[in-house]
């Protein structure tokens, strides 16, 4: 565990989110990057369907809804 060692921010070219500083845990199990629920609360992000990856942020209405980004693998 790294604790404080990253700033985090959500890139989206039509809001400016907060930036956050957070804590980095590597772990061999996992093969992509993951986000608590405290960083994401953090970065005022509300999940409107996770499985379809849908969201939004908080302060935008809820007929907003954003779309995940693809994911990205990293394997050793």
Known sequence: MLPGVARVTVAEPDATPPEVVTDIVISQLADEPL?????????????????RGLWRFRW???????????PKYWRA
């Not at 608590?36 to 996770?50: N, Y």
């Not at 935008?60 to 693809?70: F, H, I, V």
Request: net charge negative; no cysteine; hydrophobic share 30%.
């Open 35 to 51: 986000i608590s629920d405290a960083l994401i609360s953090e970065l005022g992000i509300a999940l409107e369907d996770p499985k």
């Open 60 to 70: 935008e209405p809820p007929d907003k809804t954003r779309r995940s980004a693809p």
